[in-house]
């Protein structure tokens, strides 16, 4: 009883394992997260990074983003504020201590959308998270995402699908991620999403209803 109660209490005060998502810009990874937080809503928080890009229709500031300029992220960065920040596509990115704290401290799974030079980057720090690739089925399907969406320039675009084509390849490096996900059907994507999340869901659920 007494080693039960104490093992619950060492795993809750070391906060669940968070989860980063990688992948291609336009593989599906907003799509599926903003599905996965709705659907545990109270179990998952998502870490809010900061970007010197602009914001797209339906983005809002504090939520999506922490949209600043390149002065002020250069500025936090300088100060140590980010555990870790990439260049993408021409735009600052970045992942604040904060961001990451702010989820931690409501002991929910912190969910983490970076790129592959965020994942380089979290792999030499110590937050252990589960990493989770979403791939797309082909780079044809990918670009044909990205030019539906109409969000990108096509200077902005281009860009993203050089991107793609690096992070598809390293992606198969075996060891940098522990589960590797293909969006085509979008159903199909999110139920092994779900599976690939169930054990760690379960036990914060648990942990939060007996606490
Ligand atoms: P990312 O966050 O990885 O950049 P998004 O979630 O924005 O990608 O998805 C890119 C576009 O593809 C969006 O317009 C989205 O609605 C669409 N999309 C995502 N998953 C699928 C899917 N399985 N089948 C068809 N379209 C999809
Ligand atoms: P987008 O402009 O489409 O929102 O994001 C472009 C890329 O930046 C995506 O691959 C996304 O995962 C990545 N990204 C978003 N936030 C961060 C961050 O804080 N750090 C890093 N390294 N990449 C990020």
Do not use: W
């Amino acid at each position: 009883m007494y080693m039960r109660y104490f093992s619950r209490l060492v795993s809750a005060m070391a906060g669940p394992r968070p989860v980063v998502f990688s992948g291609p810009s336009g593989a599906g990874k907003s799509t599926l997260l903003k599905r996965l937080m709705k659907e545990y809503d109270g179990v998952l928080g998502f870490s809010v990074s900061h970007t010197t890009r602009n914001p797209r229709s339906g983005e809002e500031n504090g939520k999506d983003y922490h949209y600043v300029s390149r002065e002020a992220m250069q500025a936090g960065i300088d100060k140590g504020d980010f555990i870790e920040n990439a260049v993408f596509s021409g735009n600052m990115y970045g992942t604040s201590k904060a961001a990451v704290q702010d989820v931690q401290a409501r002991n929910l799974i912190c969910i983490l959308d970076i790129d592959m030079q965020g994942v380089k980057n979290i792999k030499r720090t110590d937050l252990n998270p589960i990493y989770i690739s979403i791939q797309p089925p082909s780079m044809a399907v990918l670009e044909k995402r990205l030019r539906d969406r109409e969000t990108e320039s096509e200077e902005s675009l281009l860009k993203r699908l050089h991107a793609a084509q690096v992070d598809m390849e390293i992606s198969k490096e075996p060891g940098l991620f522990d589960v590797v996900i293909v969006n085509d059907n979008l159903d199909v994507a999110y139920g092994h999403l779900k599976e690939a999340l169930n054990e760690e869901i379960q036990n914060v659920k648990k942990i939060n209803v007996s606490s």
